[in-house]
C-alpha cells in the first residue's frame, strides 16, 4: 500500500482531480501501435499526446503523433516490439524532446512493455506510469491468477494446475474435473491459447503448445458467458467499473473459438445479484493486488455459469485493455472521471483524497450507464492478403439496404447520435497485409449487438458486413514473402 504523504496539493475528491489534469503541465504519452485503448484521454488531460505506429487517422486527430519514415527494424512480433521501436525512432526522440517540461521527458503509458522497454523510456528520461514489466509478467500469467484469486478468496471455475506430458498424464491429473476441459497456456492472446479438448484428436490438435509449457491451467469446462470488469487499484481503495457483457467466438469476427470480440454495456445486461458478486469479487481481488504491490488499471474477465448462476474468475489483465475504450467513455466515467484518470493520478506524484465507496456506489446505479456496444472485427480467412482499398476512420451510417456511407470525421464514439451510426477505428490500411487474425478495425455503435440469448443481431451482421465489403484485397501468391505481425493489436 502507497504511504500516504502530508496533504501539500489540496486535491479533495473528483473536482480537484479533474481540475488538476485540466491545468497538468507534465508530458503525457500513451506510446502504443494505435490509440484505441486511451481514445479522448487527451479530453480529460492536458498536454496528453499518443505516439502512435499505425495512423489510424490520416493525420487529422491532433494529438497523434506518428513517424513518417520507416527505419529498419526485425520483423514485428508483438505489441512490445513495436512500442521499443517507437521509442529507437529518431522522430520520436524528436518530438519528445521538443515536448519537455522544464527539462523533464514526462511519463509514459503502454498497452504492453517489456524490459528492453523500460530501458529505452529511461534513456529518454520518461517515467513508465505503469508496474514494472517483471511484475506485470507475473501477474499475466494465468496460471499466477488463480494463486492471487485463491488469496483474495474470488472464486475460479474448478480447475488444476499442472504440466502436461501427454494425453494420458492430462486425463490422469485432471480426473476430477471431467470429460470436456478447457487448457490455457499461461500467456494468451484473445484466445489465441484457449484450448478445448473433450477426446485425444483434440488433443492432439494442440499438444505441442500444450506440452511445452512448465505449468497449465486445467479447467472444468462450464456452460458459461464471458464478462468483463475493469477497475483501478488506488491507494484509498479498489475502483469497480460496471459489468460489460462480452463478444466471444464469432466467427464473423474472429477466427478462435475462444477468442474475444467485442462488449456490450447496458443497464440491465446482468441480474443484481451478478453485479453485486463481480464488484465484490473486483474490490477483494484489487485489494489482494495492492497487498503484491501493485497499483493502477486492471481488467477480469468473469465467466458465469449457465447452470447454476455461479460467477467465476477467468482471468486477469493487469493493464489497460481492449474494452477500457467503452469503459472510459460511459456515462458513469464522463459524470466523474474516466478510470484512466485515477491510474494516472496515482503516477503523478501528487497527494489526493478520493472517497472510493461514494465512486463505488454512484457507478453501481444501473440510471448510471448507457447503451453502447463494439465489435473487435479480424481477418478470418486462413490467406494472406495485400489491402488494396480500407475505409477511413469516423462516423459511418447504416442505411436500410445494409449498406454503408462514410459521414464525418470524429476521433471518438461519443459522437454518435443514434443506432444507426456507429463510430470505425481503422487498424489495417491500405498497403498492409491481412492475415488470419489481423484486426481489421473496431466499431463502436449505441445500443446492443447481441440478442438475450447471446445471438449477433441483424444489425451487427449487417455493420460487420458492409465493413468487410469497404476492404478491397489481393491474395498474396507466395505468403513468405511478406511480413506478418502474430496476434492482435488492440488486446
Keep these: 500500500m502507497t504511504k500516504k504523504k502530508k496533504s501539500t496539493s489540496g486535491l479533495k475528491g473528483v473536482s480537484d482531480i479533474r481540475r488538476f489534469f485540466y491545468k497538468n503541465e507534465t508530458p503525457l504519452y500513451f506510446i502504443s501501435a494505435t490509440n484505441f485503448n486511451l481514445l479522448g484521454a487527451d479530453e480529460w488531460i492536458k498536454g496528453f499526446k499518443f505516439i502512435c505506429y499505425i495512423e489510424c487517422f490520416d493525420g487529422l486527430h491532433p494529438n497523434v503523433f506518428s513517424p513518417k519514415e520507416e527505419i529498419s527494424h526485425d520483423e514485428f512480433e508483438s505489441i512490445e516490439d513495436i512500442n521499443n521501436y517507437l521509442l529507437k525512432h529518431p522522430e520520436v526522440h524528436h518530438y519528445i524532446k521538443q515536448k519537455k517540461k522544464a527539462g523533464k521527458a514526462g511519463k509514459a503509458l503502454f498497452l504492453m512493455f517489456n524490459e528492453e522497454t523500460e530501458k529505452l523510456a529511461k534513456k529518454l528520461g520518461l517515467e513508465i506510469m505503469f508496474p514494472s514489466a517483471k511484475m506485470r ?15 483474495a478468496g474470488v472464486p475460479c471455475v474448478p480447475y488444476v494446475l499442472s504440466n502436461v506430458k501427454d494425453y494420458k498424464h492430462l486425463r490422469s491429473v485432471s480426473k476430477k474435473l471431467g470429460d470436456h476441459l478447457v487448457i490455457q497456456t499461461p500467456f494468451g ?20 503448445e500444450i506440452v511445452k509449457e512448465k505449468e497449465d491451467k486445467i479447467m472444468k469446462r462450464i456452460n458459461c458467458r464471458g464478462s468483463a470488469i475493469e477497475g483501478c ?10 459489468l460489460m457483457t462480452e463478444l466471444v467466438g464469432f ?9 474475444w470480440c467485442g462488449n456490450e454495456i447496458f443497464p440491465d445486461a446482468f441480474t443484481p445479484e451478478i453485479r453485486e458478486k463481480a464488484r465484490k469479487n473486483t474490490q477483494l481481488f484489487g485489494n489482494q493486488l495492492r497487498k503484491e504491490g501493485y497499483k493502477g488499471y486492471f481488467e477480469l474477465d468473469f465467466l458465469i455459469d449457465q447452470d447454476n ?11 489497460v485493455t481492449g474494452a477500457s475504450s467503452i469503459t472510459n467513455h460511459a456515462v458513469f466515467a464522463l459524470a466523474d472521471a474516466p478510470l484512466f484518470v485515477f491510474h494516472i493520478m496515482e503516477w503523478m506524484n501528487e497527494d489526493y483524497e478520493l472517497d472510493v465507496d461514494e465512486i463505488n456506489d454512484r457507478w453501481a446505479r444501473q440510471e448510471n450507464v448507457d447503451e453502447w456496444s463494439q465489435l473487435i472485427i479480424k481477418h478470418t480467412k486462413d490467406t494472406i492478403e495485400y489491402v488494396t482499398e480500407a475505409p477511413r476512420s469516423g462516423i459511418w451510417q447504416l442505411s436500410k439496404d445494409g449498406q454503408i456511407k462514410f459521414d464525418r470525421m470524429d476521433t471518438h464514439r461519443r459522437a ?5 451510426e456507429a463510430f470505425f477505428l481503422r487498424i489495417t490500411r491500405k498497403g498492409d497485409y491481412l492475415y488470419e487474425g489481423a484486426d481489421m478495425g473496431i466499431l463502436v455503435s449505441r445500443g446492443r449487438m447481441m440478442t438475450n440469448d447471446f445471438k449477433l443481431t441483424p444489425r451487427a451482421k449487417s455493420w460487420i458486413k458492409a465493413i468487410h465489403s469497404k476492404y478491397k484485397s489481393q491474395l498474396v501468391e507466395d505468403p513468405k514473402e511478406q511480413p506478418v505481425l502474430a496476434g492482435s493489436l488492440t488486446k
Design 233 to 242: 487499484v488506488t491507494r484509498h481503495g479498489t475502483i469497480v467499473a460496471p
Design 251 to 259: 466467427k464473423e469476427m474472429t477466427p478462435y473459438k475462444g477468442g
Design 309 to 319: 448462476g455461479e460467477l467465476y474468475l477467468g482471468e486477469l489483465n493487469p493493464r
Design 137 to 151: 509478467t507475473f501477474l499475466d500469467n494465468k496460471v499466477n491468477t488463480n494463486r492471487i484469486a485463491e488469496k
Design 189 to 208: 492472446d484473445s484466445g489465441h491459447t484457449t484450448f478445448f479438448i473433450s477426446n485425444e484428436a483434440d488433443y492432439k490438435k494442440h499438444e505441442e
Design 416 to 420: 454518435v447520435e443514434s443506432d444507426k
